[in-house]
T-cell receptor
Framework: GDSVTQMEGPVTLSEEAFLTINCTYT??????LFWYVQYPGEGLQLLLK?????DKGSNKGFEATYRKETTSFHLEKGSVQVSDSAVYFC????????????FGAGTRLTVKP | GAVVSQHPSRVICKSGTSVKIECRSL??????MFWYRQFPKKSLMLMAT?????????EQGVEKDKFLINHASLTLSTLTVTSAHPEDSSFYIC??????????FGQGTRLTVV
């Protein structure tokens, strides 16, 4: 079935460092791809999304490009801040049906001053 | 964006009692709602999918008699953990969608069974 594989954490970076969190997917159709962020003690918030190949989702300095050829949707940010410390989840939603979203295991990011 | 409100955010209950968690879509009609459970340092595990007006579809390994789901209206779904035990302590999150759009998540409910 459809699934998402996400880079294992935890990831610890210094402020202003470059961030990459890898995410690859397996899907039979043409899924939409998402990155969600979960701050401590809170629920999930949509960070960005892409609905078709070559689309780039972006928000709050984060970017991810839907790469069909490599079945990837890696999350990047050029300069992280302490406030970016959170758990990041890659997810996909299969097209054309009413199924739920499939999530990766999550990557915990800690940014130190 | 669309808002999903989950209540309560935290609840502590005694072992053997039942607890109800509500999930409401505030500004849209949710044809489908999902209930997830999140174990510490783990990803979300789908428990069940509910469509308004019909019985919930449970994932394999989830006890439907223990985790009762009701989706009586297009804006409300409830999860009742019956006869709760300490191993049911977890973070429960709902999400809601309409049609084939993305799902919007509630804030989550941290359940502690003592």
């Amino acid at each position: 079935g459809d699934s998402v594989t996400q880079m294992e954490g935890p990831v610890t970076l210094s402020e202003e460092a470059f961030l990459t969190i890898n995410c690859t997917y397996t899907a039979t159709g043409y899924p939409s791809l998402f990155w969600y962020v979960q701050y401590p003690g809170e629920g999930l918030q949509l960070l960005l999304k892409a609905t078709k190949a070559d689309d780039k989702g972006s928000n709050k300095g984060f970017e991810a490009t839907y790469r069909k050829e490599t079945t990837s949707f890696h999350l990047e940010k050029g300069s992280v801040q302490v406030s970016d410390s959170a758990v990041y989840f890659c997810a996909l939603s299969p097209r054309g049906n009413n199924n739920d979203m499939r999530f990766g295991a999550g990557t915990r990011l800690t940014v130190k001053p | 964006g669309a808002v999903v409100s989950q209540h309560p955010s935290r609840v502590i209950c005694k072992s053997g009692t039942s607890v109800k968690i509500e999930c409401r879509s505030l500004d849209f009609q949710a044809t489908t709602m999902f209930w997830y459970r999140q174990f510490p340092k783990k990803s979300l595990m789908l428990m069940a999918t509910s469509n308004e007006g019909s019985k919930a579809t449970y994932e394999q390994g989830v006890e439907k008699d223990k985790f009762l789901i009701n989706h009586a209206s297009l804006t409300l779904s409830t999860l009742t953990v019956t006869s709760a035990h300490p191993e049911d302590s977890s973070f429960y999150i709902c999400s809601a969608r309409t049609g084939f759009t993305e799902a919007f998540f509630g804030q989550g409910t941290r359940l502690t069974v003592v």
